[in-house]
């Protein structure tokens, strides 16, 4: 097209940067097309010469991480059955307490994450009361380690004690097993920091009926492939984080029948279907180490820059890397922004806290709330917010999750995959809705909201692997 022809025709007005020009000729009456663009790492100059170092290393990087994206796509995470904790959690011992998120000693512990380890203590009868157990926690007879350490996850503080039953999932084509206690509910639970009389008593019913009814139901069922309800829970508007309504019926389905054959007491069955049933999260404790094992077979890939765990101890947020799997790369923990229970504001929550940022790691929870628009009633936003959440995580993931689908983006998979680079690169950190809890021990959850994973974690992490791999290089 010749330069004088387009005075001819009707021009359009491309913006970029600062959205409030294209508004401004919006306003006007004038055609704009605004273009939501920012230079790479925000400009800033030293993460991008960072990347530039990059650069020749790109088909290394990429071949490896095309091996761990078709391993977390193909993972087939499976119910096996429960257990104790002792009996099968990788180097668990009578004094080894599991907590969530990165390493945290006692002294550095938020209050929720107290709270549960004083709660723990009462619940293995080394303690008898608050002030027995707090002395019991500072003494250095307990050993405090990270879930992940051991193959675990656990929501919120994920304390996990060795009487505890816990789910044993295993991912079939790696042998990869993921453990995870049972779901309590919500209100007064343990995972939230309480430890009343009401706590104890569920935790100990959980362990000397509802788990071993399960167990029972499970050798006659068999197992269960969690990957088939995680999709059909994603078509039902759940989002598998903090919408479980559809997933935890679609257990029911699978379990009822057999729970009945097992030949347990009438009065049993009836109060493990009922507690099951007035349970909407029953389900998080199983997406989540289906999640876990699902990346774990995506770990420990040399030159991937997936990542394959975030998570918080209400301290710090952490994430670690397929090529660096043992390494965290921390930041302080971030306050979650969201809608409070009467009587409870923003002065009261603790900061983020829990595995369960394992959903989103995995290409479901935030990174699927365009598949649940309920869910923003739940943790505050609107309906466009949701879809926007999203749409948003395309930039930052490497691929498009083949079995978990969207039905309200025409079936488009999930955003799955964290690339570490594109992270960094586009400025784009990862979404998470959560639950919060109160910041002093023993009161539980306050709210829920969302968050965003700190730059911080990626940065670092990306200098480290500069680190590991290109000077390893010579």
């Known amino acids: 097209m010749a330069i004088e022809d387009i005075f001819g025709r009707e021009l359009k007005i491309i913006n970029l940067g600062l959205e409030g020009f294209a508004k401004d000729l919006e306003k006007q009456g004038v055609s704009v097309i605004h273009v939501d663009w920012k230079p790479p790492a925000l400009g800033n100059e030293d993460l991008i010469e960072l990347l530039d170092r990059l650069e020749p290393y790109k088909d290394k990087i990429n071949e490896a991480n095309d091996k761990a994206i078709r391993a977390l796509l193909d993972a087939q995470p499976t119910i096996v059955g429960l ?19 990165p390493p945290v000693e006692w002294d550095r512990m938020c209050g929720p994450m107290k709270g549960a380890i004083i709660g723990g203590l009462i619940y293995e009868g080394l303690a008898k009361d608050k002030d027995e157990a707090e002395r019991i926690a500072s003494s250095g007879k307990i050993k405090f380690s990270p879930c992940h350490h051991h193959d675990a996850v656990g929501p919120m503080a994920g304390v996990i004690t060795p009487s505890m039953p816990v789910w044993i999932i295993e991912e079939e084509s790696s042998g990869k097993r993921a453990y995870c206690t049972l779901n309590e509910g919500l209100g007064k639970v343990l995972r939230y920091g309480a430890f009343s009389p009401e706590v104890i008593d ?33 078509q039902m508007g759940d989002e598998c984080h903090n919408r479980n309504k559809a997933g935890t ?49 995506a770990s420990g890939i040399r030159w991937s820059t997936l990542v394959i765990a975030m998570a918080r101890n209400g301290t710090d947020f952490g994430i670690r890397i397929s090529s660096m799997p043992d390494r965290w790369f921390t930041a302080p923990a971030p306050k979650v922004k969201g809608l409070y229970f009467p009587g409870y504001t923003d002065e009261d929550a603790n900061p983020d806290i829990g595995d369960s940022a394992i959903t989103e790691t995995a290409g479901i929870g935030g990174f699927a709330m365009a598949a649940a628009p309920a869910i923003v009633r739940f943790v505050g936003g609107t309906v466009k917010d949701a879809f926007n ?24 998979g999930t955003p799955t995959g964290i690339d570490l680079l594109k992270v960094v690169e586009r400025g784009i950190t990862p979404n998470i809705n959560t639950g919060i809890a109160h910041k002093n021990p023993g009161v539980g959850q306050v709210g829920a909201g969302l968050v965003e994973a700190p730059m911080k974690c990626f940065e670092d992490a990306l200098k480290a692997f500069i680190e590991e791999h290109i000077s390893k290089e010579g």
């Not at 935790?203 to 995680?230: F, Q, S, Y």
């Open 202 to 234: 569920r935790l100990k019913w959980m362990e000397k009926t509802l788990a071993p009814a399960l167990n029972e139901a499970l050798k006659i069922r068999g197992r269960i492939n969690l990957k088939t309800l995680i999709a059909q829970a994603l």
């Open 83 to 101: 257990r104790k904790a002792i009996e099968v959690i990788p180097d668990m011992d009578g004094r080894t307490f599991l907590h969530a998120g």
């Open 389 to 412: 959440f999203t749409l948003r995580m395309y930039e930052i993931t490497l691929a498009e999750n083949t079995s978990y689908l969207i039905p309200n983006l025409d079936f488009r």
């Open 249 to 297: 019926s679609l257990f029911i389905r699978e379990i009822a029948p057999a729970l009945v054959k097992a030949g347990l007491a009438s009065e049993v069955v009836s109060s493990v279907l009922d507690f099951i049933n007035s349970n909407d999260h029953f389900f998080l404790n199983l997406s989540m180490p289906a999640c876990k094992c699902s990346l774990e077979a």
